[in-house]
């Protein structure tokens, strides 16, 4: 089951929010490192969204996504953008089709155009490449 959190869960919630960012790299590319101040107040203001899958007989999270809806402020069209995809357990690929839909629902009712994301992550492209993402950009990074 996925639930989406109120954002006066936030706080109630931030420890595994913030776990779930420490782990990972954000989707969108982007080390967390001093971002968890703008992250919470992103989520308290419900500037993004934070959704849960939890198994159906316990409270146990089974994953976490952040999201967030924009604007393209010239031509006014809206995406729903990835930024944070955490397992805390192993998901079936069942589970993430279906976790896609949910958010291809949630996209549709935000009047989104598209849904995006970036990710380094094998698993993440090839479930996302499963339910019907096209790859538009790639990005090359050198470290200094």
Not at 95 to 104: S, V
Not at 107 to 132: E, F, M, Q, T, W
Request: aromatic share 12%; net charge neutral; glycine share 4%.
């Amino acid at each position: 089951m996925i639930i989406k959190l109120l954002n006066i869960q936030i706080p109630q919630y931030w420890d595994v929010i913030k776990f779930a960012l420490n782990k990972v790299d954000l989707v969108d590319g982007a080390n967390c490192g001093g971002r968890y101040v703008e992250v919470f107040a992103s989520l308290l203001n419900d500037k993004c969204q934070c959704f849960l899958r939890v198994e159906e007989d316990s409270s146990d999270i089974k994953a976490l996504m952040i999201t967030e809806v924009s604007e393209n402020p010239y031509n006014g069209q809206r995406s729903l953008k990835i930024i944070c995809l955490y397992a805390f357990k192993n998901n079936s690929n069942e589970e993430w089709e279906n976790e896609f839909k949910f958010i291809l629902d949630f996209a549709r009712h935000n009047s989104c155009r598209d849904i995006i994301y970036n990710s380094g992550n094998p698993r993440v492209l090839a479930l996302g490449k499963k339910v019907g993402f096209l790859e538009k950009f790639r990005t090359m990074r050198y470290n200094i």
